[in-house]
C-alpha cells in the first residue's frame, strides 16, 4: 500500500498570500496517478488536480499541481477567504487507492 | 448532468444491519466504475472499494474486504454499500465516488450519508 504523507499538518496563511501543501508517497506513483481535494466544513470533497497537474473543471487557475515521482506539491498563487479549507492528496494508479491524512488550511 | 444522490442518514444499534444507497444519474451508469469512501468523524479519507455494475467486478479495499458488501443494480442505476453486522466503529460518512475509469481520479461525489451505530 501506498503511504502519502502531506505537510504541513496545518497551514496558517493571510487572504492574498502563497500557499504550498505537500504530499510525499511511500514509493513512485505511477503515470503521475496523483489527485488534489478540497473539503470544505460539512461539504463533501471537490476535486481540484488531477494527473499530478491537470486543473478539474471550474478549479480557478490560481490553483496548480506540481511533482512526479514521490513528491507532489499543491499551490494556491492568491488566497481567497473561500479557499481556507482541508485539502487531501490521493494516489490513483495502484490498488488500494489511498489518501494523505489531510492539510488543514487556516486564516492567519 | 452527472449526480450520485445518496440514502438519508441511518442511526442504527450494534449487531444491526444495514444498506445504504447512491443513485447515479446523467452519464452511463453501466460502463462507469462507482466507488465508496469512508470519512470518520473527524478523521480522514479511506477508499474503501470500488464496482463495476455492467458485470458486477467489485474490489475491496484490504482494511474493508469481508468488513462490508458492494453491489449494484443496474436496472435502477444504483449502488450499495451494506453491512451485516454493524459496530460502534461504523460511525462515520459515507460517499459514494465515480471515478472516469477504474485507475481514475474521483470526479463525482455523492453528498454523503452519515451512519450512526450506538447502543
Not at chain 2, 480522514?44 to 467489485?58: A, C, K, N, V
Request: aromatic share 12%; with cysteine.
Amino acid at each position: 500500500e501506498i503511504v502519502l504523507t502531506q505537510s504541513p499538518g496545518t497551514l496558517s496563511l493571510s487572504p492574498g498570500e502563497r500557499a504550498t501543501l505537500s504530499c510525499r508517497a511511500s514509493q513512485s506513483v505511477s503515470s503521475s496517478y496523483l489527485a488534489w481535494y478540497q473539503q470544505k466544513p460539512g461539504q463533501a470533497p471537490r476535486l481540484l488536480i488531477y494527473g499530478a497537474s491537470s486543473r478539474a473543471t471550474g478549479i480557478p487557475d490560481r490553483f496548480s499541481g506540481s511533482g512526479s515521482g514521490t513528491d507532489f506539491t499543491l499551490t494556491i498563487s492568491r488566497l481567497e477567504p473561500e479557499d481556507f479549507a482541508l485539502y487531501y492528496c490521493q494516489q490513483y494508479g495502484t490498488s488500494p487507492r489511498t489518501f494523505g491524512q489531510g492539510t488543514k488550511l487556516e486564516i492567519k | 448532468e452527472v449526480q450520485l444522490v445518496q440514502s438519508g442518514a441511518e442511526v442504527k444499534k450494534p449487531g444491526e444491519s444495514l444498506k445504504i444507497s447512491c443513485k447515479g444519474s446523467g452519464y452511463s451508469f453501466t460502463t462507469h466504475w462507482i466507488g465508496w469512501v469512508r470519512q470518520m468523524p473527524g478523521k480522514g479519507l479511506e477508499w474503501m472499494g470500488i464496482i463495476y455494475p455492467g458485470d458486477s467486478d467489485t474490489r475491496y479495499s484490504p482494511s474493508f474486504q469481508g468488513q462490508v458488501t458492494i453491489s449494484a443494480d443496474k436496472s435502477i442505476s444504483t449502488a450499495y454499500l451494506q453491512w451485516s453486522s454493524l459496530k460502534a466503529s461504523d460511525t462515520a460518512m459515507y460517499y459514494c465516488v465515480r471515478p472516469p475509469t477504474f485507475y481514475g481520479w474521483f470526479d463525482y461525489w455523492g453528498q454523503g450519508t452519515l451512519v450512526t451505530v450506538s447502543s
